[in-house]
């Protein structure tokens, strides 16, 4: 199967404690998205990367969480001092470039802060 | 925050009948898409309309953009038990790279 893949799928964790995701894209698609989904919600944007360039950042993300991609191949959502809110699915999407196009998403990492 | 607002939330009906969700959406877009969701999983892309266009058909599943009265609806015909799902529009606005999802609506296909 040559789609987008999330590890690990689910992540139990206390508060305080940093935790980090890992997204592999399809790989002839050169952008990569990271949402953010809690029950009976559609995903809310985090950011997105064009290759290795981080181009735009959502109020959302605060400076506990940090994202790179650095070779523009797989990317890792990072989140720092994890508190209870931050208890969601964690989605993984990439696309081809260009208006118009359809997200491919992984299956989504759900996190759980104690 | 969420640009779209699909209708109903929720929608319960027997295997066999036709399923129709709508969604309203805000600001001018570049297209409009619609996502299928199993509980617990990732969203599988279903079908994307621009918005110079008016209807677009998919196997069993119609859509329809009225950019005058800035909605879209979404028809599964000939609903199966494995049509169980949330169903999410997302708006792709001016800049072409982030989508701006519903709450979604949640699909119940009685057998």
């Known amino acids: 199967d040559t789609g987008v893949s999330q590890d690990p799928r689910h992540k139990i964790t206390k508060r305080g404690q940093n935790v980090t995701f890992r997204c592999d894209p399809i790989s002839e698609h050169n952008r990569l998205y990271w949402y953010r989904q809690t029950l009976g919600q559609g995903p809310e944007f985090l950011t997105y990367?064009?290759?290795?360039?981080?181009?735009?950042k959502s109020r959302l993300l605060s400076d506990r969480f940090s994202a790179e991609r650095p070779k523009g191949s797989f990317s890792t959502l990072e989140i720092q001092r994890t508190e209870q809110g931050d208890s969601a699915m964690y989605l993984c999407?990439?696309?081809?470039?260009?208006?118009?196009?359809?997200?491919?998403f992984g299956p989504g990492t759900r996190l759980t802060v104690l | 925050s969420q640009q779209g607002e699909e209708d109903p939330q929720a929608l319960s009906i027997q295997e066999g009948e036709n399923a129709t969700m709508n969604c309203s959406y805000k600001?001018?877009?570049?297209?409009l898409q619609w996502y299928r969701q199993n509980s617990g999983r990732g969203l599988v892309h279903l079908i994307l309309?621009?918005?110079n266009e008016r209807e677009k058909h998919s196997g069993r599943l119609r859509v329809t953009l009225d950019t005058s009265k800035k909605s879209s609806s979404l028809l599964i015909t000939a609903s199966r038990a494995a049509d169980t799902a949330s169903y999410f529009c997302?708006?792709?606005?001016?800049?072409?790279?982030?989508?701006?999802w519903g709450a979604g609506t949640k699909l119940i296909i009685k057998p």
């Open positions: 997302a708006t792709d606005l001016d800049s072409n790279y982030q989508l701006i």
């Open positions: 309309i621009r918005s």
């Open positions: 600001t001018s877009i570049n297209n």
């Open positions: 999407a990439s696309s081809l470039a260009g208006p118009g196009v359809a997200q491919y």
């Open positions: 990367f064009q290759n290795e360039a981080q181009l735009e």
